[in-house]
T-cell receptor, first 117, second 111 residues
Framework: EAGVVQSPRYKIIEKKQPVAFWCNPI?????LYWYLQNLGQGPELLIR????????DSQLPKDRFSAERLKGVDSTLKIQPAELGDSAVYLC???????????????FGAGSRLTVL | GQQVMQIPQYQHVQEGEDFTTYCNSS?????IQWYKQRPGGHPVFLIQ???SGEVKKQKRLTFQFGEAKKNSSLHITATQTTDVGTYFC???????????WGAGTKLIIKP
């Protein structure tokens, strides 16, 4: 099993530039999450998808952030334009209501580290 | 809103000493999960507790879920260098999909 795959692993951009992150969840996982993690802090939920529907995007700064999960499989998270404060690690995770380890246990990808200069 | 407080923020121990982190929720949780994040890595699931008063063990790690399902602890016996990292608790509150994260406890082994 490939696990949750994210790309790119690292991205350095100048402020006001756009950036996009991609995530491919574990096969069969219908729930997909995008989290933001600042250094020394816990993950903060940006958006959660159930299949292709965004069911919790209350913490997503919609003026500059957007996300999509076409066909209910892989997902992209976009920031346009990026600001200095957006520098962080963007984590994607997936889960299923039917897992041997327990319902709704999250499997995280390696993350995409964004640096905005 | 629902919150999960986790303490301490950091714990420095000598290798071989024990380590404990505590989580306390403002409301009853339906379950609690524990994750470990190694330096430079991503959170990795350790265990999930569901029942009131539940205790589970994984080798040197002991996880407890309080009787009121509002608090939980992780205890590591005789820490090793491989235990270094940040331990997060995360609980499901009213909604089985809304996962509320603690701020994490960083385990540091003194040189």
């Amino acid at each position: 099993e490939a696990g949750v795959v994210q790309s790119p692993r690292y991205k350095i951009i100048e402020k006001k530039q756009p950036v996009a992150f991609w995530c491919n969840p574990i096969s069969g996982h219908n729930t997909l999450y995008w989290y933001l993690q600042n250094l020394g802090q816990g993950p903060e939920l940006l958006i959660r998808y159930e299949n292709e529907e965004a069911v919790d995007d209350s913490q997503l700064p919609k003026d500059r952030f957007s996300a999509e999960r076409l066909k209910g499989v892989d997902s992209t998270l976009k920031i346009q334009p990026a600001e200095l404060g957006d520098s962080a690690v963007y984590l994607c995770a997936s889960s299923s209501s039917r897992q041997e380890s327990g319902a709704n246990v999250l499997t995280f990808g390696a993350g995409s580290r964004l640096t905005v200069l | 809103g629902q919150q999960v407080m986790q303490i301490p923020q950091y714990q420095h121990v000598q290798e071989g000493e024990d380590f404990t982190t505590y989580c306390n929720s403002s409301t009853t949780l339906s379950n609690i999960q524990w994750y470990k994040q190694r330096p430079g890595g991503h959170p990795v699931f350790l265990i999930q507790l569901v029942k009131s008063g539940e205790v589970k063990k994984q080798k040197r790690l002991t996880f407890q879920f309080g009787e009121a399902k509002k608090n939980s602890s992780l205890h590591i016996t005789a820490t090793q260098t491989t235990d270094v990292g940040t331990y997060f608790c995360a609980g499901h509150g009213d909604s089985n999909y809304q996962l509320i994260w603690g701020a994490g406890t960083k385990l540091i082994i003194k040189p």
